[in-house]
């Protein structure tokens, strides 16, 4: 079983919708957890970083994170055609010094 | 440059074949890593380099992969001896000190995509 689980989609939403990615994990002692987007033959790219629990909203990204029940998610809002990409999970232990675990990735994709 | 660099960005090599990577990190970035990234996989840790040594190789798979940073900025995967099972994306990422680290944000280059026939 792997650490970190994430359905791999594809997933398609008209554009507007609200989107819901998520991921669970086994590893109790992540403490980070991130989520990257990544667009084809492109490296991924921050979107979202969240210490612990809780929420945390940038624009029309909000990451949640419930450590209780080892599952995080990232929800899209008034979803666009350019947000059409691969979402992927990351987490850690301790930051900087040790690497990322990636979920496997969702691949969204918005229609206009 | 203005982001990380890798090259080269296709390598198509034969079965047995040696094989490096480039990876030029943004410029002051002392931290790196490569990843690995299969088809339809999110990226699997390779090793992280803190300056010009490995601080974790634990991502490894074995013998056949090596990775030198000698002046503390750029960096070379090696892989002897390819196999079919080699066949990914590599990508590079780098990171700054201090606070930005905490926030996570690695920056990654485009990836070297590697095809071993």
């Known amino acids: 079983q792997k650490e970190v689980e994430q359905d791999p989609g594809p997933l398609s939403v008209p554009e507007g919708a609200i989107v819901s990615l998520n991921c669970t994990y086994s590893?109790?002692?992540?403490?980070?957890f991130m989520w990257y987007r990544q667009y084809s033959r492109k490296g991924p790219e921050l979107l979202m970083y969240?210490?612990?629990?809780g929420n945390k909203e940038d624009g029309r990204f909000t990451a949640q994170v419930d450590k209780s029940s080892k599952y995080i998610s990232l929800f899209i809002r008034d979803s666009q055609p350019s947000d059409s990409a691969t979402y992927l999970c990351a987490m850690s232990l301790i930051m900087g010094r040790r690497a990322l675990t990636f979920g496997s990735g969702t691949r969204l994709q918005v229609q206009p | 440059g203005a982001g990380v660099s890798q090259t080269p960005s296709n390598k198509v090599t034969e079965k047995g074949k040696y094989v490096e990577l480039r990876c030029d990190p943004i410029s002051g970035h002392t931290a790196l890593y490569w990843y690995r990234q299969s088809l339809g996989q999110g990226p699997e840790f390779l090793i992280y380099?803190?300056?010009?040594?490995?601080?974790?190789d634990s991502g490894l798979p074995n013998d056949r992969f090596f990775a030198v940073r000698p002046e503390g900025s750029v960096s070379t995967l090696k892989i002897q001896r390819t196999e079919r099972g080699d066949s990914a994306v590599y990508l590079c990422?780098?990171?700054?000190?201090?606070?930005?680290?905490?926030?996570?944000?690695?920056?990654f280059g485009e990836g070297s995509r590697l095809t071993v026939l």
């Open positions: 969240t210490y612990s629990s």
């Open positions: 380099f803190q300056g010009t040594g490995a601080a974790d």
């Open positions: 990422a780098s990171s700054s000190t201090g606070d930005r680290e905490r926030t996570g944000e690695l920056f």
């Open positions: 590893n109790s002692a992540f403490q980070y």
